[in-house]
């Protein structure tokens, strides 16, 4: 039997971190428990009035924060207020895949175009590596706004 997955990220500052990630993936912020936020709505005041309702203080609403693929398909990453920082390489990544079925110059400018987006949202360009065929397609290495490293390919 499989399993499902969530993807999760220890950040400073969960609500920005998964405000990237949204606007990266395509994700959306999921409604609060027995909430229906109305088409157009903003998730995050519905959560916002959720918590304050539920008594959390307002230096605790942004210990946590989700996104999730509207279609239901892709893994739902969440987001978890720490105190450390990142020291170290990631262990584990994900890869954006922004360019299937391309290659040569046309994935790596589909690689680029993207590249782009991501840093005008606050990410960080790490490192290109050109295709090398026939195992290498080319790739590129970023890192979101709090340092964790990614892949678009």
């Not at 993807?7 to 912020?29: C, K, M, N, Q």
């Not at 739902?76 to 020291?87: C, G, T, Y």
């Not at 079925?101 to 400018?109: V, Y």
Request: hydrophobic share 40%; net charge negative.
């Amino acid at each position: 039997m499989s399993r499902q997955v969530q993807i999760t990220f220890d950040a400073h500052d969960p609500v920005a971190l998964s405000g990237f990630w949204r606007e990266a993936l395509g994700y959306v912020f999921p409604a609060p428990p027995g909430v229906d936020v109305p088409p157009g709505g903003d998730p995050l005041a519905a959560w916002d009035d959720f918590l304050a309702r539920a008594g959390v203080p307002p230096d605790q609403r942004n210990s946590r924060s989700a996104v999730e693929d509207p279609d239901g398909t892709g893994p739902r990453l969440f987001f978890q207020r720490v105190a450390e920082d990142k020291v170290a390489k990631n262990r584990v990544h994900l890869d954006v895949r922004v360019a299937p079925g391309l290659e040569g110059e046309a994935r790596m400018a589909a690689l680029e175009a993207e590249c782009s987006r991501l840093v005008a949202l606050g990410a960080t360009r790490l490192a290109r590596h050109e295709p090398e065929p026939p195992l290498a397609a080319g790739h590129l290495i970023l890192a979101d706004p709090e340092g964790n490293e990614f892949c678009l390919d």
